[in-house]
């Protein structure tokens, strides 16, 4: 079955205040010049129907008022079992 | 006149929701998995952690059979209150415009919070007067109330804005004030505060009888 990957971020301009605290805890471990932190969400999924996606998406993965969503990689479940060393 | 409250896997305010119905008409328990309303007059959808709030807040329980059937209730003109993770699941379940988000300062918060009542003319409010000040308790992670601007003002024009958190009260980074909000028919609210938690003065405030004596009682004539 084909392997999907779904990323979920919070719409531009909607406040963000996971990714506030991470920006700004950032700099407290001596990690300067990091700006523009969003924190979201990764879904990942085997499917039958790729092609079904988006409409997943639309309805229960995201939330369209307050999230984007983007199917990153839809790859075969062979490739995708790769593995990685420690 | 009788209140069906939905319990939820999850749900944690659905008893003293159930208490607040009671002390102004009958009220029994739905459960989730039942796919009808049992012949109740109004529906309410209480607070808690539905489902675990997993994916987002209110997203996995608008799925349940019940919620099937106040989407039908509520298509047909059923009078629907949704409290909390309750107006979360509504919102979700598009019977409510917007989204509740994580609260701005990031943490949950738990206080007792002064409301302004904005529309009076509705069947959760009657029994107010607009800018009457009800003081009602919030506890939330996410109720950051929002809804892109045009729709705010859609929102305003149609007076589906129905509480506001008082001027310095806003506890959450809510949109215009919000704490509740209606459909453009009228028959479906939501809100953030708990209203069943004060009902009664051993609580601090017996503000939150309001909203239920209001759906328990026929507004009088104009």
């Known amino acids: ?86 | 006149m009788r209140f069906g409250v939905v319990r939820f896997p999850g749900s944690c305010d659905e008893v003293d929701a159930l208490q607040a119905c009671r002390r102004f008409a009958d009220a029994e328990l739905l459960w989730h998995g039942d796919p009808e309303l049992r012949g109740a007059d109004a529906v309410v959808v209480p607070g808690g952690f539905s489902y675990g709030d997993y994916l987002r807040v209110g997203a996995i329980a608008r799925f349940s059979p019940v919620m099937e059937a106040v989407a039908e209730f509520a298509a047909a003109g059923g009078t629907v209150l949704g409290i909390c993770n309750g107006f979360q699941v509504l919102c979700e379940a598009g019977l409510l415009p917007g989204a509740l988000l994580t609260n701005s300062g990031r943490r949950f918060l738990a206080r007792q919070v002064d409301l302004e009542v904005v529309n009076a003319d509705t069947r959760f409010t009657h029994e107010a007067g607009v800018g009457d000040r009800l003081s009602i308790p919030v506890k939330h992670g996410a109720g950051r109330y929002y809804a892109p601007e045009e729709m705010l003002d859609e929102l305003d024009a149609h007076g589906q804005i129905i509480l506001r958190y008082a001027p310095g009260h806003n506890p959450n980074g809510s949109l215009r004030d919000i704490a509740g909000v209606s459909n453009r028919e009228g028959n479906v609210f939501g809100l953030m505060p708990h209203p069943e938690h004060a009902v009664d003065p051993l609580t601090g405030s017996r503000d939150g009888g309001l909203i239920f004596a209001s759906l328990a009682r026929e507004p009088a004539a104009a």
Not at chain 1, 41 to 58: F, G, H, T
Request: proline share 9%.
């Open chain 1, 1 to 86: 079955m084909p392997r999907a990957r779904v990323l979920i971020r919070p719409k531009e301009g909607i406040l963000d205040p996971q990714g506030q605290a991470v920006e700004r805890a950032l700099p407290a471990l001596g990690f300067e010049g990091v700006a523009n932190v969003h924190v979201g969400r990764l879904v990942e999924l085997d499917v039958e129907d790729a092609s079904r996606v988006p409409e997943m998406c639309e309805r229960l993965l995201a939330n369209p008022l307050i999230e984007d969503y983007e199917v990153v990689s839809i790859e075969s479940h062979d490739q995708d079992a790769e593995v990685i060393p420690p």
